[in-house]
């Protein structure tokens, strides 16, 4: 195979001379995320509150990546973000809005701050990202492209995560919105919704002895997917691949919105 059919093949260059930012951008799916978008040729800035994992992005990622420490939940921290992305690289042409999590409970007993939290976390982040790389690619007068990682969580509900279902939920609706907004402007916005993802942000719950074994049973896949396997519907929605997709959300979950998920109170009450 030439060198030229082999970048076809495997997907590189569909971002080269592009700028992104990905907030979570250095763990779980936000990294996967950031590799692969270094692998098709694009400068990327990654956001995180981990100040220790940002200032090492650049050795841990190669490529022409930098690190931000950024509270994606504050609206004045994101703005900054996009700012000095725009003044280091001189344009945006990407938002992968990866930053995410949650405190579990139930609606009855949750607390106001763990609601807090989570909401804050999940939506905020999202409608704060969202809005302001809107903002900048209208003020470029360019088209540009908006990932908004979801969950299955956004569709299907599940015990102990109240918090979790409907911020993610209300961050499809925001992202259909975005999309109805700004597609006169070019300007594509989408969500990708995984499954189980075998992260560190999962393996505090898959640890718990027979919770993996649930799942499994649930996911007709028989496995949680990997982290790259999000990442690579991410980059196919923010990519020209998707020039004609927008306000969709992606699911991505081994077919296991077809049959719900377990009940895990028997693991965790």
């Known amino acids: 195979m030439s060198q030229a059919a082999d970048r076809t093949a495997t997907g590189a260059g569909r971002f080269a001379g592009k700028v992104a930012i990905v907030t979570g951008g250095v763990s779980g799916i936000g990294a996967k995320i950031t590799e692969r978008l270094v ?4 400068s990327v800035v990654v956001a995180d509150i981990n100040a220790e994992l940002v200032a090492a992005a650049g050795e841990t990622f190669g490529g022409d990546v930098i690190g931000r420490r950024t509270d994606v939940t504050d609206e004045d921290d994101f703005a900054g973000l996009i700012a000095e992305t725009v003044e280091k ?3 945006l042409d990407a938002l992968f809005n990866v930053a995410g999590g949650s405190r579990s409970g139930t609606l009855t007993d949750i607390s106001f701050a763990d609601w807090d939290f989570t909401v804050r976390l999940n939506l905020y982040s999202a409608f704060n990202g969202t809005r302001l790389a809107a903002r900048q690619f209208l003020a470029e007068g360019k088209p540009g492209a908006i990932v908004n990682v979801a969950s299955l969580n956004s569709l299907v509900p599940m015990h102990f995560g109240v918090g979790y279902t409907a911020s993610k939920a209300a961050a499809v609706m925001l992202t259909k919105q975005a999309a109805l907004e700004l597609g006169e402007h070019g ?13 560190p942000l999962t393996k505090g719950l898959t640890d718990i002895p027979g ?3 649930a799942y499994d049973e649930r996911i007709p896949f028989r496995r949680a997917a990997q982290p790259e396997e999000i990442a690579s519907a991410a980059l196919f929605l923010a990519s020209d691949d998707a020039s004609y997709i927008s306000g969709d959300n992606l699911v991505v979950d081994g077919a296991w919105s077809t049959t719900g998920y377990p009940d895990l109170r028997k693991f965790l009450a």
């Open 39 to 42: 692998a098709e040729g694009a």
């Open 211 to 213: 919770v993996q074994e």
């Open 187 to 199: 300007i594509r916005v989408n969500a990708v919704s995984p499954g189980l993802v075998a992260t």
């Open 89 to 91: 690289f001189g344009t």
